[in-house]
């Protein structure tokens, strides 16, 4: 660290002093070189830092588990690993999938490929080619990872790559580098990798900005290009002088209709879903009377025309949550049928938005329902002593050291780890809504003009609330869980606006 402050304290003086310290030929020129030399220096020192993590990584996996008592049996082995890995996660504010990624990479690199490491350490490459040969070498055997490092790093290997050495070629061209290499080296057939590859087959969603989303799909090469090739002629043959759509948006509405119709309806907008949906709308903006954006459970942030379409005639099973006009906290759930264990279940969904430990994504509708003080111990079954982890969340509570802390009726509980860290969860962000511009001038000036608001477009949103009373908990009702045997906790009650 003590290069670093050093190349960078020398980098500075040189370009505040300027001109003053360089030749009168070029002045700018020579600046513009020791900036270079300066980034070179840096990203230097940063494969370097990369390497002394690497290391204070793989010797706390090691610490840890000689601490850990010998584990009874390989499920509390598992448990083990995931309060090891939960760990590293909140410590480094990342997702356990990524410090178990870090994890395997750093035992990787210290037990398998001692030529990255030093590399590593050395600066020639960065951190991003040193997981790339990890990536490449994690189903080949010891020979076959020590011969694919020594074929890109080691220039006395018996065919060392040709060509400009791995360090200064880009990621991307040197995955694409050792991927050929890997490919035709590697011990297993392709025939039997493929086979196994497959098996893993599965589609993913990803919230983007913007109301929008990506929804990428891990499939077999010759079905991939299948399913382009046949969106990509089917776009083609929507083009023509009255279509004003790009063939790129083309191709992503027909694979949208064709999966949400059966392949039916090409022409036009694409389907709204028919599926169960929370969303959190500002009663404001619900009536047209503001454009703030509504919250669309397990995605974030859409916009208020898309929000009251899917109210319209989208959703099935639509649950729509209003927000209070003063300061954006949840008013009430509306519904057409009534059921406890579903309202608490909503009710956690809108308090927490996902699994409540630090760092995890999983959607709320995917969580269980749990108490944080059992109730064998004395637990209540009110909102403030239930959380929603996710499955694996779930199981880590129940057989590690992890626990959850309080929560209450808006926020969900944090965690304590094994070391005895505490780690706050993730909040939702409420806001107070905006209001028109019209009612705000009104507020100001003192005077009253007509502030009548736009029409419900859905006016019996609301008709149910006060007919309809929390019903005392039955236990051999369908639906309930083992543990509610009590009256609804107090404070569930849903509050009419």
């Not at 994890?103 to 991003?128: D, K, R, Y």
Request: glycine content about 6%; hydrophobic content about 40%.
């Amino acid at each position: 660290m003590a290069a670093v402050s050093a190349s960078t304290a020398a980098l500075e003086s040189l370009i505040e002093t300027g001109a003053d310290l360089l030749p009168a030929t070029d002045p700018m020129r020579n600046l513009a070189d020791a900036c270079l030399d300066g980034l070179a220096e840096i990203a230097r020192q940063e494969a370097r830092t990369a390497a002394l993590k690497v290391r204070l990584t793989a010797e706390y996996l090691q610490a840890t588990r000689a601490l850990a008592p010998p584990a009874s049996s390989p499920r509390e082995r598992a448990v083990q690993e995931m309060a090891l890995v939960a760990e590293v996660a909140c410590v480094l504010t990342v997702s356990e999938r990524s410090a178990g990624a870090l994890l395997h990479e750093c035992q990787t690199l210290t037990t398998v490929l001692p030529l990255t490491l030093t590399a590593l350490q050395a600066g020639t490459i960065s951190w991003q080619h040193a997981r790339i040969i990890v990536d490449e070498t994690t189903t080949l055997d010891p020979d076959g990872a020590a011969a694919l490092e020594a074929h890109f790093l080691d220039t006395g290997a018996p065919n060392p790559a040709r060509g400009c050495p791995a360090g200064d070629l880009v990621p991307s061209r040197f995955r694409a580098k050792a991927r050929s290499w890997r490919e035709r080296h590697h011990p297993v057939n392709i025939e039997k990798r493929f086979a196994k590859s497959a098996a893993d087959r599965r589609v993913e969603y990803v919230p983007d900005r913007d109301g929008m989303a990506w929804l990428s799909a891990y499939l077999p090469a010759h079905t991939a290009a299948g399913i382009w090739e046949r969106t990509t002629a089917a776009a083609r043959s929507m083009q023509g002088p009255d279509e004003a759509r790009t063939l790129t948006q083309l191709r992503a509405d027909v694979a949208a209709t064709w999966l949400l119709t059966n392949f039916t309806g090409l022409a036009g907008d694409v389907p709204s879903p028919r599926a169960q949906v929370l969303i959190t709308v500002p009663v404001l903006s619900l009536l047209g009377a503001t454009d703030e954006p509504s919250m669309l459970d397990g995605h974030g942030p859409i916009p208020p025309s898309m929000a009251r379409r899917l109210i319209a005639d989208g959703a099935d099973s639509f649950y729509r949550v209003l927000t209070d006009p003063r300061d954006g906290a949840p008013l009430e759930i509306g519904r057409t049928s009534y059921r406890l264990t579903k309202a608490q279940r909503q009710w956690l969904r809108l308090r927490d938005g996902k699994c409540p430990f630090p760092g995890c994504n999983n959607h709320s509708l995917d969580n269980e329902a749990d108490h944080l003080l059992a109730w064998a111990d004395g637990g209540t079954t009110g909102i403030s002593n239930l959380g929603q982890p996710c499955r694996k969340h779930h199981r880590l509570k129940h057989n590690s050291t992890w626990k959850p802390t309080g929560a209450s009726m808006n926020n969900p509980p944090g965690w304590t780890s094994p070391s005895g860290r505490h780690y706050p969860s993730e909040h939702q962000d409420w806001e107070p809504p905006r209001w028109p511009d019209h009612i705000l001038a009104a507020e100001e000036t003192g005077r009253d003009p007509d502030l009548k608001l736009p029409e419900d477009p859905f006016p019996e949103w609301h008709q149910f609330t006060a007919a309809h009373e929390f019903p005392a908990a039955d236990t051999d009702g369908p639906g309930w869980p083992a543990f509610v045997d009590d009256p609804a906790p107090e404070g569930l009650r849903i509050l009419s606006v």
